[in-house]
Every structure is written in structure tokens, then in C-alpha cells.
């Protein structure tokens, strides 16, 4: 039984994945030909709370789609893995919004996003949904929704007393204000990178770390940089390298979601810090083994039994 005393809440976005699989990304100019297409729900706060809700969290959603069928089938897709819905309205005569996604055999992709309802998403309309977050324990929030409806969110979570959980993500500049109302940030490379001001690259734990220190002296609390395969460094008062679990990639779209809404179930059952990135970790790592966002998202059982495979015994 989900434990609603421990209630995560994610503000953010809701598209409809479509999928295009082939051997390399296209450069520009060029024509490939694939081998696969799927169309599937994303969004990176759809996925996020899809993944909290399918790994035992007690999750509302809120958010915006089109009232069209792309916008039906995401709610109900959400609705079946019970997440409640209640805060996601469809706008009339606004498509929902899309992501182009196109996947190499490598497991590596590059996406394009058509924000379509996702733009309509107002502070207005978090400042309605304020009872929401009262009783909330986590807030998530990722960057796929205009900015001031982000702030809008993150200060309605900390007036709820609730831990925010910021996934800077896809990049871009953010104010001062919405890194100190955040409690913790989940960047990735890139991300963090740029957060930094530095160019996009990959980073050693090193790197990361001495990025985190940077973000921190902007007034970020914890962060947790998020290393793909290598795992995530966690820091705070110190630094700590938690490695991921060695697995075939099949597509590694939405594995960063996956991390952040196992990462919030964990914490919301009172996991410390590092034991929930060893569970968001193992998590993620099974998602890029399946081809999807949502859909390749691992059950609880699946998960658990992961961790012991890998790593038995209790946290």
C-alpha cells in the first residue's frame, strides 16, 4: 500500500514520444533509414512521476496537455500506474506536446521538443493547485515548462515545507533564486557543465565534483551529478562516487528521469541520501536496457530484486 503521508509531487511536462530507430544519428543535411518507430508518453515530468508512481511512490502530477488523443492516452497511461491525475487539465484547441526522438544502435539519441500545452502551464496555475503541495513531502521540477512557472513551483514546495528536487534539464541558464529554493539538483554532464559556465563535456568524478563546489558557491545546497554510466557523484558537505551497474544500453532516453523519481521514492521512504542514489542507480541502469521512456521503466520487484542481485544484503 503507497503511503500518501509520504506524497511526491511533480510539476512538469507531459509529451508524446515519438521514436525513430537506426544504426547513427543523422547529421545535418543527411537521410537515413531506420529499422523501428514507436510513438509512446514522455515528457520529463511525466516520466518522472510515471517512474515514482510504477516503483511505489504515492504521486500527483501536475501539468498540462492538449485535448487531443495524444494528451488522452498520457494521462490515462499515468492514471494506470496510479498517479493521481486530478491536477492535469487539457487545454482546447492546443496540441499536446511532442518530442522527436531518434535513437542510434549505440543506445545514444538526440531529441527535439514542440512544447505545444506545456507552454501553457502558468504560475497562475501552480498558485491554484497550492493545497496540492501542502503535505507533499517532495517536490520534483525539471526545466521542460516556462521559467517563472518553475520558480512558481519551487516556492510553492518550500512554502509546504516539502524537499525540492530540481532536475536542471534539457540546459539552460537559471536564476540564483530558483538554485537556492531547490534543496537538491540533479544535473547531468552537460548540465552541469553548463550550469557552470564551462563548455559541454564529460567529466571525470573529479571534474564533477570540483562543478558541484561552483554550484554550491551560487548557493546550491546538495547536488548530484549525474554520470551516466560511471553512476552519480553525491555532494554535499563532502563528495562521494556511487557507481552505477554494469548493463547492455539499449537506449538510454529518460534514464535521467528514472533516476530522479526513484531517487524522490527513495528519499520519501526515508532513505538517506547515498542508499537513494544506490536505488536510483540500479533504476535507471535497468530503464537503458528497453527501448522507451515510460515504457521502459522497471517495476519495483524488478528493481529490489537488481539490488540484491547486485549487491546483496540490506543498504
Known sequence: MKDHSRRILVAGSLNMDLVACAPRIPVAGETITGHKFLSTPGGKGANQAYAAAKLGGSVIMLGRVGDDDFGRVMRANLAQVGCDVGGVAAIPDVPSGVALIFVADSGQNCIVIVPGANGRFTPEDIDRSQECFEGAALVLLQLENPLPTVLAAARAGRRAGATVVLDPAPAREIPEELLQLCDIITPNE?????????????????????????LQDRNARTVIVKLGEKGCLLVDTASQLLTAPKVPAVDTTAAGDVFNGALAVALSEGRELPAACRF???????????????????????????????????E
Open 190 to 214: 552537460t548540465e552541469a557543465s553548463l550550469l557552470a559556465g564551462l563548455p559541454p563535456a564529460r567529466l571525470t568524478p573529479e571534474q564533477a565534483a570540483a562543478i558541484a563546489r561552483r
Open 280 to 314: 536510483a542507480n540500479a533504476a535507471a541502469a535497468l530503464s537503458v536496457t528497453r527501448l522507451g521512456a515510460q515504457a521502459a521503466i522497471p517495476s519495483r520487484a524488478e528493481v529490489d530484486a537488481f539490488q540484491a542481485q547486485i549487491a546483496p544484503g540490506p
